[in-house]
């Protein structure tokens, strides 16, 4: 294959130990306490020559290492790029990054619109939602870097906040004309994007059955949105469309699908199993190439959590058939249900046909399942609500403002479990030293104390407001729709 990583992110990996072995693996996998060398300054032993690279450094393409993703998030992240391209590679870098917070800030503000569908009556609810994605620490992490994880999620958000729309409202030609042009910048994103379709197909076949005579308008609907990103897809890549081409599915002989009925359910069996262990726990937090994990006792009060969530979902699904409330419930939460389960299935679909082509699993990573993190935190924040009315009544909002509280506390000890793995932070002043360490000089010593001090300043702030609006809702307005 022809090379195409350059001979300045070569010389990079190297000082950063992050250059990959015959195994995909580098000096961090598998090895939490390894950390390269700092200085007793705020520049690394080797930051003025990563700095110092000739600019044909940057095109002088050394091997077969990048990840190969569609286009978009690149295009987008090389406006930026291009802006500071007299910068160092720390400067480039981190103005790409910042292209990446901004599509992070305006999922949250989606999924603040979102709350306001679900929780239409209930403004703690409205603030809960978002408040919970937006300090979960993974999706922090894996939504301010170098990666097309942060505009996935983003364009996934806008998706599932449509489908909601048209699920409630009902259909309109702009949601579908927006629909469409979503799926096609998503795909151009991430190739998962395109499961989507199943997503959307939701609303569309429940306004179906609700009402016959505009079957054909929601069927046309469909199939150009279909059509249309079809066609965009195999102009713009040909026979090599990103979703085909990894799921391989027109490679599999008639060898493999004998294979396959020998085997039974046992790749799938394990994906499962391999979901609770693994995939469950990392979708909370796995760090430094998923070699870092979080304190057990982190996870056993997330389990436990979970769990009260998944109860309140079935006592609220109860309540709502016992007491025959309106349709409108029912369909809502059913729809962030069928969502999470589908995207699901087909990611573990997807898996077992990688094993049987290859023999082995690829693997399901927790950030893989973020574009749909809003309708998770919603099921989970309906399901707890439930249970704490039922058992703290009108005491219930301070079980949901401790629970926003551990949240940010869950972020915060996170981020710096992180960070206490790449630097000594056995004294304030030799963690600054640290962390100063190649990084573009806006955040090096004093400025980066400020950014410190001023986020949990913020977050300080941002806590006694939610309390103070908290304290002063009326409950009796506090009701689920």
């Known amino acids: 294959m022809d090379p195409n990583t350059s001979l300045?992110?070569?010389?990079?990996?190297?000082?950063?130990?992050?250059?990959?072995?015959?195994?995909?693996?580098?000096?961090?996998?598998?090895?939490?306490?390894?950390?390269?060398?700092?200085?007793?300054n705020y520049y690394g032993p080797q930051e003025s020559k990563i700095a110092n690279l000739s600019k044909s450094a940057r095109i002088q393409l050394v091997k077969n290492e990048a990840t190969v993703n569609p286009p978009l998030y690149y295009f987008l992240g090389s406006l930026t790029y291009q802006l500071f391209t007299n910068g160092s590679l720390?400067?480039?870098?981190?103005?790409?990054?910042?292209?990446?917070?901004?599509f992070f800030l305006a999922t949250i503000f989606l999924s603040y619109q979102f709350a306001k569908i679900v929780f239409e009556k209930s403004q703690?609810?409205?603030?809960?939602?978002?408040?919970?994605?937006?300090?979960?620490?993974?999706?922090?992490?894996?939504?301010?870097?170098?990666?097309?994880?942060?505009?996935?999620?983003?364009?996934?958000?806008?998706?599932?906040l449509l489908s909601l729309k048209v699920l409630k409202i009902g259909f309109k030609l702009r949601y579908g004309v927006i629909l469409g042009l979503l799926v096609v910048l998503g795909t151009l994103t991430r190739q998962q994007f395109l499961i989507s379709f199943f997503i959307i197909a939701f609303p569309i076949f429940y306004l179906i059955f609700k009402n016959?005579?505009?079957?054909?308008?929601?069927?046309?609907?469909?199939?150009?949105?279909?059509?249309?990103?079809?066609?965009?897809l195999i102009n713009r890549f040909g026979t090599s469309i990103p979703i085909i081409s990894n799921f391989r599915l027109h490679e599999l002989t008639l060898s493999d699908l004998r294979f396959s009925s020998q085997i039974g359910f046992d790749p799938i069996i394990w994906s499962f199993k391999h979901t609770l262990a693994q995939t469950l726990p990392w979708?909370?937090?796995?760090?430094?190439?998923?070699?870092?994990?979080?304190?057990?006792?982190?996870?056993?009060?997330?389990?436990?959590?979970?769990?009260?969530?998944?109860?309140?979902?079935?006592?609220?699904?109860?309540?709502?058939?016992?007491?025959?409330?309106?349709?409108?419930?029912?369909?809502?939460?059913?729809?962030?249900?069928?969502?999470?389960?589908?995207?699901?299935?087909?990611?573990?679909?997807?898996?077992?046909?990688?094993?049987?082509?290859?023999?082995?699993h690829f693997g399901i990573q927790g950030r893989y399942f973020f574009p749909l993190v809003v309708f998770h935190i919603a099921i989970l924040v309906i399901?707890?609500?439930?249970?704490?009315?039922?058992?703290?009544?009108k005491y219930a909002r301070y079980g949901l403002s401790i629970v926003l509280f551990l949240m940010v506390l869950f972020n915060d000890i996170s981020l710096f479990y992180v960070a206490a793995s790449y630097y000594d932070t056995s004294s304030f002043n030799r963690f600054i030293i640290q962390a100063s360490q190649y990084k573009p000089e806006i955040f090096k010593?004093?400025?980066?104390?400020?950014?410190?001090?001023?986020?949990?300043?913020?977050?300080?702030?941002?806590?006694?407001?939610l309390t103070k609006t908290f304290l002063k809702t009326d409950l009796a307005e506090e009701k689920i729709r």
């Open 8 to 40: 300045e992110i070569d010389f990079t990996e190297n000082v950063f130990g992050t250059q990959r072995d015959e195994s995909g693996n580098n000096k961090h996998t598998y090895h939490p306490e390894f950390r390269i060398a700092y200085s007793d």
């Open 90 to 102: 720390f400067t480039r870098v981190y103005a790409v990054r910042f292209i990446s917070l901004i």
């Open 124 to 160: 703690i609810l409205q603030i809960a939602l978002p408040t919970l994605v937006a300090f979960k620490p993974m999706l922090i992490f894996s939504s301010t870097g170098v990666l097309p994880d942060s505009l996935t999620n983003l364009l996934f958000t806008a998706v599932l």
């Open 212 to 232: 016959y005579s505009h079957i054909k308008l929601y069927f046309s609907f469909l199939i150009s949105i279909v059509t249309f990103s079809s066609l965009f």
């Open 283 to 360: 979708y909370w937090g796995v760090y430094k190439w998923l070699s870092l994990t979080l304190p057990p006792v982190t996870y056993q009060i997330i389990n436990r959590l979970l769990a009260i969530g998944l109860i309140g979902v079935l006592l609220k699904l109860i309540d709502i058939f016992r007491n025959q409330k309106k349709s409108q419930d029912i369909r809502l939460i059913l729809f962030l249900i069928y969502s999470s389960i589908v995207y699901f299935l087909i990611l573990i679909i997807w898996d077992y046909f990688f094993y049987l082509k290859y023999g082995y």
């Open 383 to 393: 399901g707890i609500w439930q249970v704490f009315e039922l058992v703290f009544k």
């Open 445 to 465: 010593g004093t400025i980066l104390v400020f950014i410190l001090s001023s986020t949990i300043l913020l977050q300080a702030i941002l806590f006694f407001k």
